[in-house]
Nanobody, 121 residues
C-alpha cells in the first residue's frame, strides 16, 4: 500500500510558477513509476506528466511540455512537479499517482487526495 500526499498548490497569476510536491509513505518508492494528473471543473481527469523509477525518463502531455518539469528524489520518497509560465487553462486539482508497471504501461494503482491550483488571468 502506498499513501500519497500532495502539497504546494495555491493561487498564482498567469505567467507565474508553482512547485507541487508529492510525499509517499512507501519505503520502496523507487520501485514505482510516478505520475501527475489534473482535473478541471466539469472535465475529465487528464494525464500531465510521469517519471520512471530511476528518474531518467519522463513523459509529458502536449499542453504542458516545455513549461512543466517532473522529477523525483527517491531518497526522500518525494516527487515534484515544477510548473512555469502558468496559464488560466492550467487551473485544476492536481493529483499524484503511483504504479508498479513501467512508464507508458499499465494503470496507476495509488492516488493522492489532490491539491488545488488556480491561475488567474
Amino acid at each position: 500500500q502506498v499513501h500519497l500526499v500532495e502539497s504546494g498548490g495555491g493561487l498564482v497569476q498567469a505567467g507565474g510558477s508553482l512547485r507541487l510536491s508529492c510525499a509517499a509513505s512507501a519505503r520502496t518508492l523507487s520501485t514505482y513509476t510516478m505520475g501527475w494528473f489534473r482535473q478541471a471543473p466539469e472535465k475529465e481527469r487528464e494525464f500531465v506528466a510521469a517519471v520512471s523509477t530511476s528518474g531518467r525518463s519522463t513523459t509529458y502531455s502536449h499542453s504542458v511540455r516545455g513549461r512543466f518539469t517532473i522529477s523525483r528524489d527517491n531518497g526522500k520518497n518525494t516527487v515534484f512537479l515544477q510548473m512555469n509560465n502558468l496559464e488560466p487553462e492550467d487551473t485544476a486539482v492536481y493529483y499524484c499517482a503511483a504504479k508498479s508497471s513501467a512508464l507508458g504501461v499499465g494503470q496507476y494503482d495509488y492516488w493522492g487526495q489532490g491539491t488545488q491550483v488556480t491561475v488567474s488571468s
